[in-house]
């Protein structure tokens, strides 16, 4: 409970319990982070007085943990009579970004306690990560390196959008690996959309074709896009060169002591001078962890203190009507001297 240790000092004087509720089909990974439960598949309950040793109950006590007092779930009665002998207290720390005002007028009445957020708090610790999350998240990274290899190999073919997405599904498969998020293969018009499914139509080789995928290792995940053409314009030349050159000033100049909001501008200044900011849709990049997007996050308003040990990814982009989309993105960790890639 070193995890645990730390977050008790940062929420104690707000609360003196902790609860985190989880199931499989909406899965909170801080259940994960302090018990060692595999949130994605198991549905449990984690409590905390911080004066005691916390007690998880989950739908498996056979699964592997880091906890000492764990019992089989139990009906949500039975649960939470024994938060409320337990807890000792009327405040109640809760992950605010997972519990719904619903469920919290429920819990409170069911608890007979207030529900404090805690939930700047919960992603404040879990923003820096430690050595064994780090080699989590670096074996994702070789991994997905794969897949983009796989999906190079699938354009060049001219292959379809959809059987390169297929080609992904298999390699993760076969690695084995569960996907961090659905992959997404754009190419041509679909390129210049953030966010797109694959389509039953072929790669032809003046498209811009954008991969964006990533997996997880110990539900660690990592997060990368690449931009492939087999034969660009000069246009498309010059969209995908602003965004390596993009890319490689964000790799060289983020550094700790910034804020999210000052490593965006290091891109957005770029793409001013360079007269396509008005083609940048989207922020510069988000923290990767158990969840797919977490803290930090470097976009325009962000406030958030970039940390050595944080792992985040950097992902400036363009998106031009007519002639295409770009994007390349790498996960890394932030060390005292700067980025390093995963």
């Known amino acids: ?28 990974m801080n ?26 109950s989950i ?14 779930r139990e009906g949500r009665k039975q649960v939470y009579e024994q938060i409320k002998e337990e807890s000792r207290t009327n405040k109640i720390g809760v992950n605010g970004r997972y519990v719904s005002m619903n469920q919290k007028k429920r819990l409170e009445k069911e608890l007979e ?56 599904h298999e390699l993760y498969y076969n690695e084995p690996v569960k996907l961090s998020f659905t992959p997404i293969v754009a190419s041509g018009k679909n390129s210049v959309y953030i966010h797109v499914f694959p389509e039953n139509k072929k790669i032809r080789r003046n498209d811009t074709v954008i991969v964006d995928t990533g997996c997880r290792v110990n539900n660690y995940c990592s997060d990368m896009t ?34 999210g909001a000052e490593a965006y501008r290091l891109v957005e ?35 958030d203190v970039l940390k050595e040990g944080m792992v ?6 363009l998106s031009v009507p007519g002639v295409g989309g770009t994007r390349i993105e790498f996960t890394g960790v932030l060390q005292k001297n700067g980025f390093k890639k995963l």
């Open 113 to 168: 306690a207030e529900l404090v957020d805690v939930s700047d708090e919960l992603q404040e610790q879990r923003s820096v990560k430690d050595e064994e999350e780090i080699k989590n998240i670096k074996k994702a990274c070789d991994v997905t390196r794969k897949a983009l290899d796989k999906a190079k190999e699938g354009v060049e073919q001219g292959k379809k959008e959809n059987e390169v997405f297929i080609d992904l």
């Open 59 to 72: 739908s498996d006590i056979e699964q592997p943990n880091d906890m000492k007092r764990v019992k089989e």
């Open 312 to 317: 985040f990814t950097l992902e400036p982009g």
């Open 31 to 56: 259940l994960e982070y302090y018990s060692g439960v595999d949130a994605l598949t198991t549905s449990g309950t984690f409590f905390w007085n911080l004066e005691t040793e916390p007690v998880l």
């Open 269 to 303: 200044q770029f793409f001013e001078d360079e007269s396509v900011l008005d083609n940048w849709k989207y922020s510069l990049g988000h923290g990767v962890g158990l969840n797919i997007h977490e803290s930090p996050s470097l976009s325009l308003e962000s406030e």
């Open 226 to 259: 690449r931009t492939f053409c087999l034969n660009p314009s000069k246009q498309q030349e010059k969209i995908i060169n602003l965004t390596e050159r993009a890319v490689e000033k964000a790799l060289s100049e983020v550094r700790p002591g910034m804020t």
């Open 1 to 28: 409970m070193n995890k645990g240790k730390k977050v008790r000092e940062e929420i104690a004087d707000k609360c003196n319990s902790l609860l985190i509720t989880s199931s499989s089909d909406s899965p909170d």
